[in-house]
């Protein structure tokens, strides 16, 4: 059982620069999905998930976290809900579950890309010396 062994379980620190943070759903409504990732050189070191609600919520939470580490921003943007559900044989009634996780996933891959625009934009002003 995927809750059994939830290795991917935990925080980064959100502020860090290599840091993307995403989330998707309510915790007021039962279900919330946090992933973070932290990427260097467009690849994912290290996954860390938080989930509140039911334990399809929690497992798919956990499979997507696993299943970004180690690849590309490229290659994690492509794991789609309909193969975690698959993967965890998620019922019809719990394919919302698999969907909040891919949510939350794509804003982390979202957040850390703004990031590193609003860096380059911030370099981009340091170097010309504020005009543009």
Known sequence: MRCARL?????????HPEVGTGAAGK?????????????RRERILEAKF???GCSGSIASASLAAEWAEGKTLEE???????ELAAALELPPTRR???????EA?????QNYR?????RENLSSIVSTGGSR
């Open 114 to 118: 703004e990031k590193c625009q609003q």
């Open 7 to 15: 290795s991917h379980a935990g925080s980064l620190d959100s502020s």
């Open 50 to 52: 938080k989930a509140f």
């Open 27 to 39: 915790s007021s409504a039962g279900e919330f999905v946090r992933i973070q990732l932290k990427v």
């Open 96 to 102: 919302h579950c698999s969907t909040l996780a891919e």
């Open 76 to 82: 994690a943007a492509s794991i789609r809900e309909s």
């Open 105 to 109: 996933l794509h804003c982390a891959i």
